[in-house]
Structures are given as structure tokens and as C-alpha cells.
């Protein structure tokens, strides 16, 4: 297969690499390696180094900058195009006829190549919008016309808006859209019905069209039953991945499981098939809780958590840890063994201080663990990404936990996606200007047209905030 690759590139015929398909042309890989590669361009890939204070995965929309003339990336302009890696080639002297643009993130690394009919991208332009798929349609046919995207103002890794959907079938039966105050997601009525705020894959579309940077997928009853046995959630994967190119998450269930049969399915079968529906990265919740406490307690990495086994075969890009905590007040920092705060609002009975316990079971049970001590755990265990909701802040509306987010995205090296109390455009700067968050997610006002995604972006520009438009 080797031999038969460099043959084809060697002749220049039409190829195009994305992502590792980049990588796979230098001499060799650091990642679970040294690993030899094609050979095909001089240099060796290697890690970014998180030392410097950037965060590793570099995930999210990016810059280029762009070396030399190359066809498919005519119509990128000043745009942001979607990267999602932890290693990287590095422009030299030996590559540099190779190398048709470069992206910064703490230095500059090769963002594409090209020599005549070959070209590769270490961006994801099949995630990257219209912009992307601008990409894809000058590859493969060169010579069309296709509609350019609008004018850009990329100059660094922007911010990220999220628009996630919290998933659930109703009393009859239809998967919808819902949305949870404090998690509770029935109406406060005679009937008690569950909120319904639409169907998935058209609310899913629609975000896409309101510029959303990625969307997620919550399945919130996913922790009581088996997901694979959940068809409809699959093929709401597969349908939204059709129209929808930006990233895609799913969580929900994502764990161990034994069916009425007695067949075992491992966390990574699981995982795996919500992959090849669609999806890009999955969030893991409760049985990240249990690892980490379990890694914790004995300090062994046993490979065998969900965290483990599919950060081993997918990358550590593609796990999510979704972090589910409520706040817990207290007198003094040594009143409890887990990691406080001093928080900026005092507790109801004048404590000036506060831990955040972790849950499980869709927020329904307290674990002995803190916030803190679940991040820390859960990126050594593999995870590449945190999601970090509060239950006491979910639908109020009143803005995110800043203590929290600034805890936690201080504490680890990883991107933090910052959920739960967005309720204005001016929460989502005060998170990004006052904490590390990488990210900022929210649902039922972007579904319900209360603080669209677009009134999010504009406000963030101006306050001088880079986001993709």
C-alpha cells in the first residue's frame, strides 16, 4: 500500500491528504512512535509543546497564512478552517517548496502542501462550513465557479460558540429537542409534559445556518438505557451529518455494557458507532466520574476506562468529559479535603467559600469528588477536551460560573468548553475575558431565538473577542 501511494504522488496524480493524510507524507511521526512515514517531504512530526501555555489538542477555527499560490485554498481568504490535533510537521528549509500555507498556534506550523496535482491540508475542510467545502469543490473540479464565502477576519484561533441540543423522547414517543431548568426538563404544568423546544436534525441545521462553531448532541436519558439499542439517536447522527459540516458531539451512555443476552459491549464498540453515524468527537459522563475516582484511589492506569480505550484508538481530540457539578458552600478551605474557591457571591448563610461535587446519573446522585479533581484525573487519563456544566446554573440565565470555569480551565492544559447560564450576549464575554475557557455552549436561547448565535459573534467582535463569522 506504501509503495503503491508513493508511486501514485510521484507521478503527480490528483491526491488530496486531510489531516493525518498530511502528516502521513513526512519522514516520520512522534505520535505513538517514531513511526516512518511516506518520505515523500523532509521533517518529522512531532508535538505541539503545551508548556507555553497553549492548550493541547489545538482544537478549533484557526488562521492561515498562506505561502504560495494554491488552487483549492483560493477561496479561503481571510477565513477561519477547523483543526483538530495534537501533532504537527514543521515548516524548514528542507519543506519549504512544499509548503502552500502555514497556521500559528504558539509557532507556525505547516497548515497545507502543494506540488503540482498534490495537495494536503492538516485542517479539516469537510468541518471547516462553506469555507471547507470551497476546499473540496476546487479539488475536484478545478474549474468551476462555485459561490464564494463572504469576507473574513481571521487572524488567530477565534473563540468557539456552541450550540448544544439536549435530546430525549417525549411521553409519546418522539425524539425531540428539550431543555432543562436545574436538569429538569417538564413543563411546570397539570400535564407535566417534557419541554419541547423542536426536532433535533432541523434544529441542528438550523444552528449550522446561524454559524454555530460546532454542535452537540446530549442524550439525557442515555445513562439509563443501552446505546446502541437507541436507533433513532443514530440515525439523527446520520441524517444531521448529511447538511451539518462543522463538528459534531454526541454524549449520552457512552460506557460499558452487558445486553438482556448476556453480550458485552466495551465503551470503544459503543463509541465507535456513534463514529461511523457521524459524529466527531463523543462526551463521556458518568463513567468518567467512576474512572477518576477509581485512578485516584489507586494511581494505576488500567487502559480499560471508556476515557482510555477510545483516546488509545481515536485520538485523545475525540473524548469529551462532560463534568456535571453542583455547588457546595463551606466556612473554610479546610472543611473539606477537595479543592474550594473563594467565591465571588457568598453562600446563603454568609460562607465565603465553596467546592463543586461532581454528579452522576443526569445530575441525580453526588460522588465524592470534586470538579477540580475530576479534570485533573480525567486529562491524565486521555481525555482531550472538558465540558464543564453547573446544575445551579443550568436555565437560570443569569450567566456561567465563573469561579468554576476559572478553577478548571486554570487547573488543566486541555481546551474548556464553559456551559450551563448563558442568557445574554454579554455573558459569553465575561467568561472568555475573566477565565481560560476555550469555548462557550448553550442551548435553549439559541433554539429559541432569544440571544441568536450571530447577536453572540457581533458582540464578541466587538469586544475585540475573535470569533468566525
Not at 115 to 137: C, I, M, T
Not at 367 to 387: H, N, Q, S
Request: one cysteine or more; glycine letters at 10%; aromatic letters at 8%.
Amino acid at each position: 500500500m506504501a509503495e503503491a501511494l508513493c508511486t501514485y504522488i510521484k507521478n503527480d496524480r490528483p491526491f488530496l491528504g486531510i489531516c493525518l493524510g498530511l502528516q502521513l507524507l513526512f519522514e516520520s511521526s512522534e505520535e505513538n512512535g517514531p513511526v516512518d512515514g511516506l518520505g515523500l517531504i523532509p521533517g518529522v512530526v512531532g508535538r505541539f509543546n503545551s508548556l507555553n501555555g497553549f492548550r493541547v489538542p489545538h482544537i478549533g477555527w484557526n488562521a492561515l497564512q498562506i505561502e504560495k499560490d494554491s488552487e483549492i485554498l483560493d477561496d479561503i481568504g481571510d477565513h477561519h478552517v477547523y483543526f483538530v490535533h495534537s501533532y504537527r510537521a514543521m515548516p524548514s528549509d528542507d519543506n519549504r517548496e512544499w509548503v502552500s500555507s502555514t497556521c500559528n498556534y504558539g509557532d507556525d506550523f505547516i497548515a497545507s502542501i502543494k506540488r503540482g496535482n498534490v495537495h494536503a491540508v492538516q485542517f479539516h475542510p469537510e468541518k471547516s462550513g462553506d469555507v471547507g467545502l470551497s476546499v473540496l469543490r476546487r479539488f475536484l473540479l478545478p474549474k468551476s465557479q462555485g459561490t464564494k464565502p463572504s469576507q473574513g477576519k481571521a487572524s488567530k484561533l477565534a473563540k468557539r460558540v456552541i450550540a448544544c441540543l439536549d435530546v430525549r423522547t417525549n411521553d409519546k414517543g418522539d425524539l425531540i429537542v428539550t431543555r432543562g431548568n436545574k436538569y429538569d426538563v417538564r413543563e411546570q404544568t397539570k400535564n407535566n409534559e417534557v419541554r419541547n423546544l423542536g426536532k433535533p436534525v432541523e434544529l441542528a441545521g438550523q444552528c449550522y445556518k446561524d454559524r454555530a462553531d460546532e454542535v452537540g448532541f446530549l442524550n439525557i436519558t442515555g445513562f439509563r438505557y443501552f446505546p446502541l439499542h437507541d436507533l433513532p439517536m443514530l440515525q439523527v447522527l446520520r441524517d444531521t451529518s448529511e447538511n451539518v459540516f462543522v463538528p459534531l458531539t454526541v454524549g449520552g451512555g457512552i460506557r460499558d455494557f452487558t445486553d438482556a443476552n448476556g453480550r458485552h459491549y466495551s465503551s470503544l464498540e459503543v463509541a465507535s458507532e456513534y463514529f461511523r453515524s457521524g459524529a466527531d468527537k463523543i462526551s463521556i459522563g458518568s463513567d468518567a466520574v467512576y474512572a477518576a475516582e477509581e485512578y485516584i484511589k489507586t494511581k494505576v492506569k488500567t487502559g480499560k476506562s471508556s476515557i482510555e480505550q477510545i483516546s488509545r484508538v481515536y485520538g485523545n481530540q475525540a473524548v469529551v468529559v462532560s463534568i456535571d457539578p453542583w455547588r457546595v458552600y463551606v466556612r473554610s478551605p479546610n472543611d473539606v479535603q477537595f479543592k474550594t474557591v473563594r467565591v465571588t457571591k457568598p453562600g446563603p448563610n454568609g460562607e465565603e467559600y465553596a467546592w463543586y461535587q461532581c454528579t452522576v446519573n443526569g445530575g441525580r446522585e453526588g460522588r465524592p469528588i470534586g470538579a477540580y479533581e475530576l479534570a485533573k484525573a480525567v486529562e491524565e487519563l486521555g481525555a482531550g477536551e472538558i465540558t464543564l456544566n453547573c446544575i445551579d446554573c443550568n436555565g437560570e440565565e443569569k450567566g456561567f460560573d465563573i469561579d468554576l470555569t476559572k478553577l478548571v480551565s486554570d487547573a488543566v492544559s486541555i481546551p474548556v468548553i464553559a456551559s450551563c447560564g448563558a442568557g445574554a450576549v454579554e455573558h459569553f464575554s465575561e467568561v472568555f475575558m475573566k477565565t481560560n475557557a476555550s469555548a462557550a455552549l448553550a442551548s435553549g436561547i439559541f433554539h429559541r431565538k432569544e440571544v441568536p448565535i450571530q447577536s453572540v459573534k457581533e458582540h464578541l467582535l466587538k469586544e475585540g473577542i475573535e470569533v468566525r463569522i
